[in-house]
């Protein structure tokens, strides 16, 4: 079956650009996550969605970060004004949502965001 | 949510299992065992969870011992797609605040070798 995926998956900008991430959960899931990883690093919490509730965007590392879920499905990432620190592995993540409990988080492989 | 403590690496010849340990010697009741791996170049990848009984499906099975201070990910016939860093984590069942959030460790690194 289909699974997580994220478009681009690679995205080359210059810094002080605006770039959005986009990502499709799997059908059905109503949790969605945002995570980057640099490299070598582990993972970063950004943000959470779950059904219509308020996003829980305690991970959110500035405010040039924005993300948004549209109809409970497809969300976006945007960045602005891009900086080199923003350099990493965006990635997006769904599960079923906490209803379910102990529900796994299924991951797409990612976009690989690169500020010249 | 529970720290766990993995070995940083281990070889593993073609076809035979590969068997990784995991211990998490200050989980608690309400906190499952969960396996994710990750292939360079690709996002985490999930394996399999449990709680306390041991649980198998297609890509893997789960050993946890008794008194659920440790935990065994077996990877029954090894190829070497199975080549990737694998992460022991411990999550409480109901996913709120920070709880939410995934967290590994290091891992470990998983070779199969020809």
């Known amino acids: 079956g289909a699974g997580v995926s994220q478009s681009p998956s690679n995205k080359v900008t210059e810094k002080g650009k605006d770039v959005e991430l986009r990502c499709d959960p799997i059908s059905g899931h109503t949790a969605l996550y945002w995570y980057r990883q640099s490299l070598g690093q582990g993972l970063e919490f950004l943000i959470y969605?779950?059904?219509?509730?308020?996003?829980?965007k305690s991970g959110l590392p500035s405010d040039r970060f924005s993300a948004e879920r549209t109809g409970g499905s497809v969300s976006t990432l945007t960045i602005q004004r891009t900086q080199q620190e923003d350099s990493a592995v965006y990635l997006c993540a769904s599960s079923l949502g906490q209803i379910y409990g102990n529900q796994p988080q299924h991951f797409g492989d990612g976009t690989r965001l690169s500020i010249l | 949510d529970a720290k766990t403590t993995q070995p940083p690496s281990m070889d593993c010849a073609e076809g035979r299992a590969a068997n990784l340990p995991c211990n998490h010697s200050?989980?608690?009741?309400?906190?499952?065992v969960y396996w994710y791996r990750q292939i360079h170049s690709q996002g985490p990848q999930y394996i399999i969870h449990?709680?306390?009984n041991n649980e198998t499906n297609e890509m893997a099975s789960l050993i946890i011992t008794e008194d659920r201070k440790s935990s065994t990910l077996i990877l029954p016939h090894a190829t070497l797609r199975d080549t990737a860093v694998y992460y022991c984590i411990v999550r409480v069942a109901w996913e709120s605040g920070s709880a939410r959030q995934l967290t590994f460790g290091s891992g470990t690194q998983l070779t199969v070798l020809p």
């Open positions: 200050t989980i608690s009741g309400n906190e499952y």
């Open positions: 969605f779950q059904g219509n509730s308020a996003p829980d």
């Open positions: 449990g709680l306390k």
